[in-house]
């Protein structure tokens, strides 16, 4: 009878304990019997959520059981036992409900369990519950209050405990911005003409490079960004992350500015960013031909060009330019050198203008003006401007037809022709005071001639008779005339004096070490000398007031 008894009881307490796990969800119940407090695993008959020690622990500990072997229901719990003694017998205790906080993933989420009141313990409001989360378990970030009052209300009224849910998400803490590397340059090269003003093609202006001046900036680096702090679910700071490095660019001819970030050119010229560096050159290579394809160029530095120039392009540069090729009827302006392997066809179009000396194997009707000296095989039909020396050495050596301008001398193998081509030299030691002199001189005649006009009328108004009004005029132009007449003795005063410094200045000198025909007109300071017949081996120079002839000087022949 007694056994039939205890077989009973046990199958109500197991009815029992699947109905509560059914409707509630619990993982385990803990039994208090006359024979001892057990543990009983609900996963063993339903499909409930794997047992944790430690909120098993927290569990015991709450409910106040004593002389647990806390080691042993570890292991127990490991081996999946679905019914094990854990104490004593004891009377169970009243409690209320209870909350179970897991901090997870690096204390960036916490997770929240309810566990449920014994006996008549009391169930636990949201508010309850939330500043038990705050205050006992330490999580005060990131917190989902609706999510908890949600779970207390489930707890509450339908009896679902043990259910674990995240209730709380730490703040990650954000990369700053990333390093930046910006060219200040274009390095794009599509070709195309330039589109003008007026809506028409300029066809000789193409975009094949990028030019710098000295000190311009080339690159900017923006450092990396410090990004914003995070904060974990327990409120403690997380610092920012810095955004992602990326070094400067390298480059030749450049230099950089103290705190590295930026890029200077280190001179005039070209720039290139090629294979991740950047590359100022003061040097613009072009291997083949200027030609339509290439267009104008315009280049602070050196340009030194593999082929020629055709008909109609420009080409300045700041520095030299070579051309190994013929120069058609183009125009080429350096602020140093222009050296031209064979030469010029100029076509009474072409222009050779530079700041230092003009080399060319030849120059054909062209307009060539060199600060400072032009040397050539041979000169035909051009006018020739130099500030130092035209010289002609080669094969030829030869001046024919045009105007040639020097400062100090010309020398040359032949010049004119045996048909009497007219060649005019002109030499003065300073050319730029010849022009001004030459201007000068013009607004003389412009100032004597005003005089004359104001003479005309002030005769005029006065044999016309005496009235009032024509005596206010003739004292206006009388009083005109006599400053004129001042300003006009001043500038007369300034031809005398300029004219006299280019008398003190050496004179220039003309050379011929072959021969000079008839019709060479040859000018030395003011004194001008036109050749009657051929002249041979002879220094042309200035002395006395006329030109002179002596054997030639250079002794070349």
Known sequence: MEERREMEKTEATIERK?????????PYIIDFTEQGVYLELADALLDAPPVLPA?????????????????????????????????????????????????????????????????????????????????????????????????????????????????????????GADATVTLLFGTERDFKPTMLDDGSVDYKKLNIFTSVKEGEPVVVR?????????????????????GNDRKMLKGKNVR??????????????????????????????????????????????????????????????????????TVECATLI??????????????????????????SRFIERCNVEAGESVHSDYIVYSKVEAAKSVVLRGKRGRLIGGTTCAGSEVIARTIGT?????????????????????????????????????????????????????MEMWTKLQ??????KLTYEKQQNEVEELRERIRKMPKGKVHIYGEAYHDVKVTIDFVTYTFKETVVFTTMKYKDGAIVFTACETGER
């Open 18 to 26: 699947e109905s509560l796990a059914n409707q509630s969800g619990f």
């Open 55 to 175: 909120l098993v622990a927290y569990d015991i500990k709450r409910r106040g059981i004593s002389s647990v072997n806390s080691g042993e229901m570890v292991l127990r719990l490991r081996q999946k036992h679905s019914r094990f003694r854990l104490a004593d017998p004891q009377e169970e205790k009243q409690v209320d409900a209870a909350v179970y906080v897991t901090i997870e993933r690096g204390a960036m989420e916490a997770e929240l369990t309810i566990l449920p009141p014994t006996k008549d313990g009391a169930a636990l409001a949201a508010q309850d519950i939330l500043r038990m989360i705050r205050e006992s378990w330490g999580v005060t970030h990131g917190i989902d209050e609706a999510l908890v009052t949600e779970m207390a209300e489930e707890a509450e009224v339908l009896l679902e405990y043990y259910k674990t849910k995240t209730i709380a998400h730490g703040t990650p803490p954000e990369r």
């Open 222 to 242: 923006v450092p990396p960004q410090m990004g914003t702090p995070g904060r974990n679910v327990q409120g403690v700071e997380i610092p920012a992350l810095l």
């Open 256 to 325: 950089f500015s103290e705190d590295g970030n930026t890029m200077f050119a280190e001179k005039e010229g070209r720039i290139d960013f090629v294979r991740d560096m950047v590359v100022v050159s003061d040097v613009l290579q072009i291997p083949g031909d200027v030609d339509m394809s290439v267009g104008n160029i315009d280049f602070t530095g050196d340009v030194r060009i593999g082929g020629g120039v055709i008909a109609g392009l420009t080409v300045k540069a700041g520095g030299n330019i070579e051309v190994n090729e």
């Open 334 to 359: 350096a602020g140093r050198d222009i050296i031209l392997k064979k030469g010029i066809q100029g076509m009474d179009k072409g222009v050779l203008k530079a700041g230092g000396n003009i080399i």
């Open 418 to 470: 045996p048909t009497g081509e007219k060649t005019i030299l002109e030499l003065s030691a300073a050319p730029e005071l010849r022009g001004e002199l030459n201007e000068l001189i013009t607004t003389v005649a412009s100032t004597k001639a005003q005089l004359d006009k104001i003479d005309s009328l002030t005769r005029m108004y006065k044999h016309k008779g005496e009235s009032d009004e024509r």
């Open 479 to 484: 009083a005109g005339r006599e400053q004129l």
